[in-house]
């Protein structure tokens, strides 16, 4: 079975869309522009930046971006309280925030993916175990439980990422589990069993493929939500050191100037929110474009 052919709940052995169809959707191409974008920062920065971006010239501090007026060429998005080059902290925080998304989004979904498909395939003892520890982790705040940690781990972008990971394997593993439950009541899945595959082919095989459209926009968002969580823990200073270019630092060093010079509070917090919602519109266009469910939901509207 491909890894995107999965049926509907309204009849089994019914054939989604593939990848190539789902590529051709409008928010799919903006949302992986988007993304792609951010990466290709990251991934050049050294090269990109045209400053060091803890260089400090404090005979240029606070200057505006060049479109502004009053700018300086050398600095095309202006300059910050000490005099450091914005669009090249810019850059050199985006591999932060990418890092962040990938690996605290990737290990999250990998561990409440497994739990999920066990789970809710398996049953019997060791779902009444997932559901109880799930439901009990749930019952913390969220942003409390994440602040604790990082104050008990120090400071660290991997802390960051073991803290997302810590905090956030419920959500996959609540919304996956019901899905894995569904799916595997179906006919194909029956007849896999039948046809001598092992549990694990099974789970591997049949199930994860029928969730992967699930899965697909869990993890982006996911990915979204790491950014703006560790933006946020570097804004109070629990993520990065307080030199470190990174976005949530860069608004935090721009507050106590934000009337003498807004630019450098704009662009970092707009950084986040192009990352973010380029995040959001490619999850959303994967789900609508592979998931046939959604597609029978239009058809029927129509």
Known sequence: MSLFSTTT????????????????????????????????????SPWLAPHDPLEQDLLAIDLPPLFAGGGDPAHLLGTDSLGRDVLSRLLYGARIASYVAVAAGGMTALVGTVLAIAAGYLGGWLDWLVSRAAELWMAFPQVILGVVLMIALGPGVNNVVLSVIVVDWTRFTRVLRSDVMSVARRDYVAAA???????????????????????????????????TIEAT???????????????????ADARLQVYQNPWALFFPFAAVL?????????????????????????????
Request: hydrophobic content about 55%; proline content about 6%.
């Open 9 to 44: 709940a309204a009849g089994a052995g019914r054939t989604g869309p593939t990848m190539p169809q789902a590529l051709r959707s409008g928010r799919v191409i903006v949302g992986a522009g988007m993304v792609l974008l951010v990466l290709f920062c990251a991934l050049l």
């Open 193 to 227: 069993r039948l046809a001598g595959f092992t549990k694990l082919q099974v789970m591997v095989r049949e199930i994860l493929p029928a969730v992967a459209p699930l899965l697909i926009t869990l993890l982006t968002l996911e990915m979204a939500l790491a950014v």
């Open 274 to 302: 192009f990352t973010v919602l380029g995040l959001n519109l490619l999850g959303d266009g994967l789900r609508r474009a592979l998931d046939p469910r959604q597609q029978q939901s239009r058809r029927l509207e129509n």
């Open 233 to 251: 823990l570097s804004f109070i200073g629990l993520s990065v050191p307080a030199d470190t270019p990174a976005w949530g630092v860069m608004i």
